[in-house]
T-cell receptor
């Protein structure tokens, strides 16, 4: 089965700790994305990557970091510098790095709670 | 930058039609999308429309695009309780390897 997976589904961390959220896809997609969703709000783009070993900041990159060492993996680290990290995090991927058609396939999300 | 706006809430009775509206600012948008998000889950693409079309129909879903006014709508016929979800409008264009999403419209279907 092809798809995009995120783990874990729920994550709890103490304030001041860094935490890494996993995102893996076996769709052979070039592009991958990380979004943050707060209750009752839309998606805000954190980082995206159009190709291996390259990534760009989105609208709210401060306090987050990413890597793209492999095509199928795009982990997101929430650092202690992120002021309000409790949120629902969604990873997505799409076929083309460029071009116009940009259907995104989403993972099931990770709900991060910082205590 | 690009902006996509939607009304936040819509409530309908089961069996009625639902119409969710979206406006966007980017005149170079080439594809426009509607995604559905069920509680606690990721988004799934419902349908999309290419910018040179003005209508697309897919079973109970009808998408209307008014490119002049930069207005997109999604009509769901015979709305069911299982249609209760958040619906996101999004656009993409030639300059980006990404989409711009609206804030989502929460559709509540009452029995």
């Amino acid at each position: 089965d092809g798809g995009i997976t995120q783990s874990p589904k729920y994550l709890f961390r103490k304030e001041g700790q860094n935490v890494t959220l996993s995102c893996e896809q076996n769709l052979n997609h070039d592009a991958m994305y990380w979004y943050r969703q707060d209750p009752g709000q839309g998606l805000r783009l954190i980082y995206y990557s159009q190709i291996v070993n390259d990534f760009q900041k989105g609208d709210i990159a401060e306090g987050y970091s990413v890597s793209r060492e492999k095509k199928e993996s795009f982990p997101l680290t929430v650092t202690s510098a992120q002021k309000n990290p409790t949120a629902f995090y969604l990873c997505a991927s799409s076929v083309l790095a460029g071009g116009t058609y940009n259907e995104q396939f989403f993972g099931p999300g990770t709900r991060l709670t910082v205590l | 930058g690009e902006d996509v706006e939607q009304s936040l809430f819509l409530s309908v009775r089961e069996g009625d039609s639902s119409v969710i509206n979206c406006t966007y600012t980017d005149s170079s948008s080439t594809y426009l999308y509607w995604y559905k998000q069920e509680p606690g889950a990721g988004l799934q693409l419902l349908t999309y429309i290419f910018s040179n079309m003005d209508m697309k129909q897919d079973q109970r879903l009808t998408v209307l695009l008014n490119k002049k006014d930069k207005h997109l709508s999604l009509r769901i016929a015979d709305t069911q309780t299982g249609d209760s979800a958040i619906y996101f409008c999004a656009e993409s264009n030639t300059n980006a390897g990404k989409s711009t999403f609206g804030d989502g419209t929460t559709l509540t279907v009452k029995p």
